[in-house]
DNA sequence: TAGATTGTTAATCGATTAACAATC
DNA sequence: TAGATTGTTAATCGATTAACAATC
C-alpha cells in the first residue's frame, strides 16, 4: 500500500520518536502495559499534544481515557524507524571513531548489522571487533559479490579528506545509503539516501550558548 | 553591552554556520578575499537569502555589489561561536567515543580545550593522549582545585547508565556545560548549558527513509 | 550609469500549541 | 455517569522564502 502522495514526515518528530522508545522499554522492564501521553510528556518537560502528534505518524492508536498499549507502541515505533528487521551495512574507517560504532550495542538493538569493516592499516585488517572482521579497503568489491544480504548502508568513519572518494567506492558497491560521520558535506547521487552527524554542529550551539553572555 | 532583550538566535541559523566556516577557509586558502551569498548558497544547494540571513547573526556586514571580506567573515563567525578564544573542558569516559574526541583535531581549532580526560579503568589512568593525561575519575574533584583555568564544560562519553552520575559529578566540580554523547537525557540544573550529540537520533531519520517504500 | 549584491520588510510555509469534540 | 485521555481542527509561532529598496 506504499502512498502515491509521499507526503514527507515531519523530521523534528522523527528525532524525537527514538527517546520515546528508550522511555516505553524503560516502562515496559517494569511491567507496565499501558502508558499515556501525559506521562510520557511530563517526562520529557513536553506538552501531551506533541507526544500525541509524534506518536501518531507511526500509525499506533491509542485508546481515549486509556492511553496506549506500551508494547504496541514499541513495535509501532520500532516498524516505522525499520528498527524491526536488520540492516546491513560496511563501515569504513576503523579508527576510534568507527571502533566506537563497531563497540556500540545499542545500534545492533535497532538492527544495524555491520556485516564487514574496512581500513588500510595494515595493523587492523584480519581483526575482529564484535564479530565483525576489518578488511583491506581495495577488497570491498570483490568481497560484495560474496555476500548474498543487501548492503544497505555505508558508514563514512574516514577523515574529511578521504571521505567523498570512500563515499563514491561504497555506493559504486550498490549501497542505497550513507551514514556520514566525517565533517564534510558529501555529494553524492540523487537517489541516495544521505544523513551526516554533526558533531562540530553540535559543539558549535553548545559553544556559543556558553559565550553568549561573557562579551 | 550585555543585550537586555536576550532574544535567542535561531539555532538552524547557528548549526549553518560551521559549515560556511568550512567553505571560508577553503577560499582563504586560495586566496580569496571576497564571496557573496550568491556564491556560498550554490555551494550548498540553499537560497542566498538564507546564507545572508545566517551571516547575520555574527554581525558582520557586506558591501552590497561586492560582497562579504573571507577575513572578516570567518573571524566573525569564529567570535560569534566563540571558537576564537580557549574553552576549557574535562572529559569522562576514554573509550572509542572518548578517545575519538580527544584525537580529532577539528575541535581544537574550534577553541576546545581538553586538559584532562578521566576513566576508572586502571590501563588508562596515566596514560596520555594528544597531551591530554588520564586520570581515576575519583581524582576530579582533587584536580578541579589545581587548575587555574576555569573548566567550563564537561564532556560525558561514558555508558548511559553511568551518564547521570558523572554529570553529576562535573556539575560539582563548577563545569558550566555539559556535552553528552551517551544515549539518554541528562537531568542538570537549569542553569547548565546542556548539549546532546545524538547518534540514535540520526541513525533514525536515515533508517526511517531506507524503509519508507519497502512496505 | 547599469547591474550585481546586500539588507530588510512582507508573504509563505511548516511545526508547535491551543481548543474542543469523541469516547471508553 | 463523570473525568481522563485520545484524535483532530484551528490558531499561533518561528523559520524560510519572496519581494524590493538601498548602494557600491
Redesign the interface.
Known amino acids: ?2 502512498g502515491s502522495a509521499e507526503k514527507s ?1 515531519p ?1 523534528p518528530s ?2 524525537r ?3 520515546y522508545l ?1 522511555l516505553l522499554k524503560e516502562f515496559r522492564q517494569k511491567g507496565d502495559k499501558i502508558i499515556s501521553c501525559t506521562r510520557i510528556a511530563e517526562e ?1 518537560g513536553q506538552l501531551s499534544v506533541q507526544v500525541r502528534k509524534d506518536l501518531a505518524i507511526t500509525g499506533v492508536v491509542g485508546r481515549p481515557k486509556v492511553g496506549y498499549q506500551v508494547e504496541e507502541l514499541i513495535n509501532g515505533i520500532e516498524h ?4 524491526d528487521h536488520k ?1 546491513y551495512a560496511y563501515l569504513v574507517g576503523v ?3 568507527g ?2 560504532i563497531l ?2 550495542a ?2 545492533l538493538e ?3 548489522k555491520i556485516i564487514a569493516a574496512f581500513d588500510n592499516n595494515p595493523k587492523l585488517i584480519g581483526k575482529k571487533i564484535k564479530n565483525c572482521t576489518v578488511y583491506s579497503i581495495s577488497e570491498i568489491s570483490k568481497l560484495k559479490l560474496s555476500h548474498t544480504k543487501d548492503v ?2 555505508g558508514i563514512v568513519t574516514v577523515p574529511a579528506p578521504e571521505a567523498q572518494r570512500i563515499a563514491n567506492l561504497l555506493v559504486n558497491v550498490g549501497v ?2 550513507i ?1 556520514n560521520y566525517a ?3 558529501l555529494d553524492l547521487p540523487p537517489d541516495i ?1 544521505y ?17 553568549q ?3
Chains 1, 2 share one sequence.
Not at 80 to 83: A, N, Q, R
Open positions: 500500500m506504499a514526515l523530521v522523527i528525532l520518536l527514538p527517546k528508550r520529557f516505522f524507524l525499520g528498527w540492516t579508527g576510534n571513531l571502533s566506537a563497540n556500540y545499542g545500534f535497532h538492527g544495524l544497505q548502508m542505497r545509503s551514514w565533517p564534510v558535506r539516501i544523513e551526516e552527524v554533526k558533531l562540530s554542529e553540535s559543539y558549535a550551539v553548545l559553544s556559543h550558548r556558553l559565550n553572555r561573557t562579551s
